[in-house]
């Protein structure tokens, strides 16, 4: 298993290599910094965004709307889900709604939620519309999952509807949701970033990111996007960590 590990990540660490000898090689046949800088271009603008004073804020702005957005949509896509799942006459009535949110373009959303709320604020119901169908559906499925004869057994020992939710739904739904976390987190951080673009609230990584494309300098957009890869990699592993703890109380 260890000596698996070891060569996936020899194997990731030889494709990054082949990717940024492709970017260098590219770079140089183009000759044009803002149509593609080099790698050492982009390290330069790095080093630069990373020293500013702001560069803290605005990830740490940018982080706390995502977080806050998934908390809502986290919130209110359980309690909908659980009372979806228990009743499907709601879960049909839901559907259409679901359906919509689904399909409906992202950029009709963002220029909703700029109409409706700040530029600060908007970027947030943006990620908690967006992700609430993945989290919803993640949480129906965890209940669905649920042996059937474990819910029998409730109705036969007469256990409590508190009860059984606190020690049967909701382990299966934090399950189900888990297994979603890393693709519902780097979905939410998308949306973010792309409400912050229009809207350019104060700090954010997508006001920066504009800013940067304001001034030509696609050196600084690619830092950016150098540094949002890391950080959802970072988060990533974080989640990783989680399930595996879960996993073990589980």
Known sequence: MIMHIIKNKKYMLIGTALLILVWWIVSNILSNP????SPRETLDSLEIIVSDKSFIYTL??????????FVISLIFASIVGIIAALNKKILEILQPTMALLETVPTMAII???LIWLTNEKAPILLASIVVFPVIYEAVIQGIVDIDKSVISMTKV??????????????PSMAKSVFGVLSSVIGLCLKMVIGGEVLGQPNYGVGTS???????????GVFSWIVILVVFVLFIESIIKLMTKRWRTFD
Not at 60 to 69: E, F, N, P, S
Not at 158 to 169: E, L, P, Q
Not at 209 to 219: G, H, R, S, V, Y
């Open 34 to 37: 803002i149509i593609l800088p």
């Open 60 to 69: 740490m702005a940018t982080l706390q709307r995502c977080i806050l957005g």
């Open 111 to 113: 220029v909703l939620a």
């Open 157 to 170: 020992y007469k256990v409590g509807i508190t009860d059984s939710i606190r020690y049967i739904y909701i």
């Open 209 to 219: 990111i504009q800013m940067e494309k304001m001034q030509l300098n696609t050196a």
